[in-house]
Every structure is written in structure tokens, then in C-alpha cells.
């Protein structure tokens, strides 16, 4: 098949943007769907024209015996309160605050179901503008109980601004408590859903569902890992996006990170260098997680699944970023040591 787009309509179709979309939260290689099992590391990526991608050598295997299900449950309630930080000894500062809030609010943390506290270092060295001296102190609160949040909560960051921090101002809180869903992925039985046709007439039937083969998954040929380490030449410090390009997004409570060469050499520097504990480095929040790694040898791809990163799903997440939709970037602004010969390239 071939990717394409209408002339004239802004954008680009090329190998990379349709890597990308290819990468977008797909989990493992053998992608699931409701009628084929369809095998992501065999698919050939070429560009056919101007704002075309030719898609190929793409191998199906028979689909799994279930279907997924989304549900969703009332997780409980959440608050949270964001304190600004500003100027010289933000430490000092956040933790004045801390103790400052917390003697005022007539809970503990460890009676609230969750409570989740940091400080998000936005501020810079001599700042040349008011918003460059602001670091945030950021507080979350989770519970069952409505009543426990809201007005307490907010009663005691009352309390904070008529005697604490030289600076203070609200830094946008949400200390009203809001509702939050928790995400629960299952299964079912694919022959439990029925399947309908509706014709242009009206007339609706069912359909039959296939009969699922229970084949053994075979191998997928896939090109080998270099062996050995190539020698490089001489590396310079950069950060990773110079030299690659990433995709990332959620599933469920689980984080996807694809990052992509922009080359055959690329891709072998990359496959030997961004192995898991190297990935564990770069992205110390998921350093004690599980991390499953998979190769797209034949469009220059590495596959990441960071099991639990985002906690029981985006509405559940106390993240900045519940989707992990700026994971990707977050690699790619590490700096790292980058061979010369792939810079500029």
C-alpha cells in the first residue's frame, strides 16, 4: 500500500513522519487487532514520490482469541495546590512550605489515600524575566472522601499566604476536589461480541466470527544485532534527538517510547547503544520499573513499554504529563555521546 496526501494541504508524507505514526503506542511488535495479528517488525518502509511512503513485506499471523475491553471505575477525588518558589533558596523555601502546610491542615499525609509532593525547578540562574525565577511547589492529594479535600485543603494554603514565604503567590492550584477514573484494561471471549453488517438498505446481519487457528507464532526474520562494538570514530557530547527522532504515548498505566534512525549506520550505533539499562539512565523515573524492549530492525526503530509509569491510567496520574506524550522528547534532549559522523547528517 502506499501513504499519501493531497497536494497543496500542508505537512509531509515521508519514511519518518509514517514511522513515527507507525510507532505511536503500538506495545510489542505483533500488534493485536480484532482480525489479524499484524506483525510491525516485518513491515519495509520506502519513499515512493513526493508525500509518498510505500508500505511492504507486511506479515499477518491469525488474531488472538479475545477482544479487549476498556472499563473504567470512580477512582475516588483529587486536589491539588501549586505553590510558586521564587528567586534565591528554593530548597529552603519548599520546605517551609511543607511544614508550614501540613501544621496547618488538620490531616496528615498518611491519612489521605495518596499524597504525591514535589518541586518542578523551572526557575534559572539569573533570570532575566519574572516567570524564569519561578520554581513550583506542587502538591496532590488523592482520597475516597470528598469532604477531606476541597475546603480543608484549601483553608490551609489560606493560612500559608498571611505568613510564610517572602514571594508567594498561587501558581495555579485546583484545590476544589474533582472526581478521577481508574483505567481497567481486560478480555473477552471474541466470539462473546457479535458482529454486524448494516447495508445501504437497511438491512442489518450478523456475522460470523472466524474461527481462530491456534498456530504456533513462527520467527519473524529479522536483521541481527551488530556483533561486537563497531568502532565510531571520535564522539562528541549532543543531546540524542540530533541524531534520532522518537514517538511516545500511553497505554493504559504503561508508557510507549518508539525512537527511530535516520539511517542503516544510525540504527546500528543506536541498537548497540540504547539498550534498557542505558534507557534506565537516561530516564532515572523509570528506573525501577519494568522495561520491555523490542527491535524494528527493518524500519530502524527501538520499541520501549515503561510498565506503570503512569500509575493506573491519565486520569489517575499525578504526572505533568499523564499521556507520556513528551517522553519522548525528554530522551531525546539527554545528552549523550553522539559519534561526529552522524551529526549534520
Known amino acids: 500500500s502506499v501513504i499519501g496526501k493531497h497536494d497543496g494541504t500542508g505537512g509531509a508524507v515521508t519514511v519518518g513522519t509514517v514511522t513515527a505514526q507507525l510507532l505511536y503506542e503500538i506495545d510489542a511488535p505483533g500488534y493485536l487487532g480484532p482480525d ?57 523555601k519548599a520546605a517551609l512550605v511543607h511544614d508550614a502546610f501540613w501544621r496547618a491542615c488538620p490531616h496528615d499525609p498518611g491519612d489521605y489515600a495518596k499524597v504525591t509532593e514535589r518541586v518542578v525547578r523551572t526557575d534559572k540562574t539569573d533570570p532575566r524575566t ?34 510564610t514565604i517572602p514571594g508567594m503567590f498561587s501558581a495555579g492550584s485546583a484545590a476544589r476536589p474533582r472526581a478521577f477514573g481508574v483505567y481497567r ?14 447495508f445501504l438498505d437497511g438491512e442489518r446481519t450478523v456475522v460470523d466470527p472466524v474461527p481462530v487457528v ?21 564522539t562528541v557530547p549532543s543531546p540524542l534527538g540530533r ?19 535516520r539511517s542503516a549506520d544510525a540504527f546500528q550505533w543506536l541498537d548497540g547503544f540504547l539498550t534498557t539499562e542505558r534507557l534506565r539512565e537516561l530516564l532515572p523515573e523509570a528506573a525501577p ?19 506503570g509509569l503512569l500509575g493506573d491510567g491519565v486520569a489517575a496520574s499525578d504526572r505533568q504529563d499523564p499521556q507520556a506524550k513528551s517522553l519522548g522528547e525528554w530522551l531525546r534532549a539527554r545528552v549523550v555521546a553522539v559519534p561526529e559522523i552522524f551529526l549534520g547528517s
Not at 185 to 193: D, G, L, N, S
Not at 222 to 227: E, F, G, N, Q
Not at 248 to 257: C, R
Open 289 to 307: 520499573l519494568r522495561v520491555d524492549r523490542h527491535r524494528l530492525a527493518n524500519i530502524w526503530s527501538l520499541n520501549f513499554v515503561v510498565h
Open 214 to 234: 491456534a498456530a504456533p507464532v513462527s520467527p519473524v526474520p529479522s536483521p541481527a544485532p551488530a556483533a561486537g562494538g563497531r568502532d565510531w570514530g571520535p
Open 185 to 198: 484494561p481486560a478480555t473477552v471471549p471474541a466470539e462473546a461480541v457479535p458482529q454486524y453488517v448494516t
Open 36 to 92: 489479524v495479528t499484524t506483525r510491525f517488525d516485518t513491515i519495509r518502509l520506502t519513499q515512493a514520490g513526493s508525500d509518498r511512503v510505500r508500505i511492504d513485506s507486511v506479515r499477518g499471523e491469525p488474531p488472538p482469541p479475545t477482544l479487549k475491553v476498556a472499563t473504567n471505575e470512580l477512582g475516588g477525588y483529587r486536589s491539588e495546590i501549586n505553590v510558586a518558589l521564587t528567586g534565591l533558596d528554593v530548597d529552603a
Open 130 to 163: 519574572n516567570e524564569e525565577a519561578v520554581a513550583v511547589w506542587r502538591l496532590i492529594v488523592f482520597d475516597h472522601d470528598e469532604e477531606r479535600l476541597g475546603r480543608t485543603l484549601s483553608d490551609a494554603m489560606n493560612e500559608l499566604a498571611l505568613a
Open 243 to 261: 541524531v534520532v527522532g522518537a514517538r511516545s504515548g500511553d497505554k493504559g498505566g504503561n508508557a510507549n517510547l518508539g525512537v527511530f534512525a
